[in-house]
């Protein structure tokens, strides 16, 4: 295989605005932009909770949570499938093979991702900034909401690595999505399909667009950050 | 002597078999002033702390003015009266304008009913030259001038300083001093834990000597329960 012409083959198909690529593309971002739209609010909710309430049970939900951030992609894929399948509980909604499953499958992926990351910045908080707030005559949302926003950047962090992790996960989207064309492939799914025909063009070029994207995500993490990332 | 604002009675805390608070009454005048002198771990800190609600401890009755309070239940309104400042106060990510608006705003307050307000607190607290600089680059004594500020603007009826002056300069302290100075003349009721001789010994101070979680004396002689 000639590499080189591949990967000139690869940005041509990309920058000549090939149809099929940015379908591919456009349903990987909607996909994934939607799950965690979807999965961010209640997340990080909960990890607050988590981080800052003592009830039973606590420590046991906490230590699940960080065992599930490295549960593969393709095991949530398959117990979302017996339940979507026509046998399944949930197979009546009809789901399995659309887009609607694919985000459910990325929803839960990214909860423990942001659960975790949750937990962690806000147990990393002063805890003189939410006396701050109390003190200072703040409802109990408002001093939470205050407490994120000291917090923001680890909650950020939460946030892009839940992203970095769902758009770029192929397991689940196989087996929920199907890999229609035109429905519900996305990169990650059509990386594996293109590359496995021996098409390397379109899979170095989604391949890119990956990339591109994680990159982006971290390199505005990092300039989010400000003084403690890219200054 | 004006009639009690606040009344506790029988505070107590301890962790294990140490005693950290055991004060049987704490009665604090409106419009007094009381520094809680003592040892490190002689409970002044975490007095001041209960008193906030920020700190649990079993309680047999309080009452603030006249009425009763579950200080393990904190109410809101009792938040809105009296006020914490940390010894090492904690100022919010944004500008100082938006840390001493901070409290108004949690009231509900609309900026133009505010902003005269927070303005006057800069020019109390003499932090107008301080506006365009990020709160983490303030100094201690700087910082601790925008929290009496943040704190002032409120204008609650108490006010609980925790070790204000301490760690800073002679020249933040003395800044800080006529700060509380001016707080403890304005008529509020003032409970600071300190150390600092110069506080202890402004006009109208009365003392409370703590020793092992128990006021031991008040104003230099016995307490009387």
Known sequence: MDWLATTREAFALLFSGDADLWQVILISLRVSL????????????????????????????????????????????????????????????????????MIIGQVLIALPVLVAFTISAVQGADPRARETAVSLGASRMRSTWTTLLEVRFGVMAAVFNAFGRIVSEVGCSLMVGGNIAGVTRNIPTAIALETSKGEFAQGIALGFVLLLVALGVNFALAFAQGEGGMK | MSGPILVVEGIHKSYGTRRILDVPVLTLAAGESYVLTGENGSGKSTLLRVLAGLEHAEVVACRYDGRPVDLGNYPDWLRRDLIYVHQHPYLFRGSIFDNICYGLRARGLIKASYEPLVREAIAWAGVGALLDVPPHKLSGGEKQRVALARARVLQPRIFLLDEPTANLDAEARQQAIKLISDLCDANRTVVLACHDREIIELPRMNRLNMGRGAIETWNGGAVCV
């Not at chain 1, 490295?70 to 398959?78: E, I, K, N, R």
């Not at chain 1, 117990?79 to 499953?101: D, M, N, P, V």
Request: proline share 6%; glycine share 8%.
């Open chain 1, 34 to 101: 939607l799950a965690m739209l979807i999965a961010t609010p209640p997340a990080i909710a909960f990890g607050y909770l988590l981080a800052t309430a003592s009830f039973p049970g606590r420590r046991l939900i906490v230590v699940t949570t960080q065992g599930l951030l490295a549960s593969p992609t393709v095991v949530v894929g398959l117990i979302l499938y017996l339940l979507l399948s026509r046998q399944g509980i949930f197979g009546s909604l009809k789901l399995l093979f659309t887009q609607e499953a």
